[in-house]
């Protein structure tokens, strides 16, 4: 039968405009957090990270907010621009018998409309 | 720095031939990761090294599956024997200080065909 992949979110926006990609996590003892890109046929590239004592933190354009009241992250693109265009993904370690694991969420598919 | 070198970029092998994905993380990163991606599954670490040692394993799929870090330079990930559903990219990565003190550094990928 056919198989079914992943469905992944996607969000297209305008050219100049600002892009908000959205994150929720599970486990309210979580402390770190990352924002990965990845453009097509590239691997992961990191964006920028945010500790659980901040509820913001702004890089090159790019803002990750965090909300531990409702466990939600949250990253902030500004005047998203063509080459922002990717698949984005939060993650976060998660500690296993054997250590702590970067684990990726599904995430979101951004596409930049000139 | 070059980055994360992996090859062979592309590899299309037979069910039931033996696969080697090759690894080199960049110079002084202590840490290096396997991740799979498929559309069904996402990204997936299979085992991470600390010092060449391997420190969690566990995401590796089955006994077909085995890595080796044999210097700090050199890393490989075997497959033996091959079936369809190993079909995926197949990602290496290194860091400095680990999952909690900033970034992974990916390479580009080998994206495993087979048939």
């Known amino acids: 039968g056919e198989s079914v992949g992943l469905h992944l979110p996607t969000l297209s926006v305008q050219e100049g405009d600002n892009s908000i990609i959205n994150c929720a996590y599970s486990?309210?003892?979580?402390?770190?957090f990352i924002w990965y890109k990845q453009e097509s046929g590239k691997g992961p590239q990191f964006i920028i990270d945010?500790?659980?004592?901040?509820d913001k933190r702004q890089g090159q354009r790019v803002t990750v907010l965090l909300n531990k009241t409702v466990k939600h992250l949250s990253l902030q693109i500004a005047a998203t621009q063509p080459g922002d265009s990717a698949v984005y993904f939060c993650?976060?370690?998660?500690?296993?018998?054997?250590?702590?694991?970067?684990?990726f969420g599904t995430g979101t598919q951004l596409k930049v409309e000139l | 720095d070059a980055g994360v070198i992996q090859s062979p970029r592309h590899e299309v092998t037979e069910m039931g031939q033996e696969v080697t994905l090759r690894c080199k993380p960049i110079s002084g990163h202590d840490y290096l990761f396997w991740y799979r991606q498929t559309m069904m599954r996402g990204l997936e670490l299979l085992i991470y090294f600390n010092n060449n040692v391997p420190i969690d394993d566990s995401g590796m799929p089955e006994d077909r599956f085995s890595a080796k870090m044999p210097n700090a330079s050199f890393s490989t990930l075997k497959i033996q024997p091959s079936e369809p559903r190993d079909s995926a990219v197949y990602f290496c990565a290194s860091s400095l200080l680990g999952v909690y003190a900033g970034e992974l550094f990916f390479g580009e990928g080998s994206r495993l065909t087979v048939l």
């Open positions: 945010i500790r659980s004592n901040m």
């Open positions: 486990n309210s003892a979580s402390d770190y």
């Open positions: 993650a976060e370690p998660i500690l296993t018998g054997g250590g702590n694991k970067l684990t």
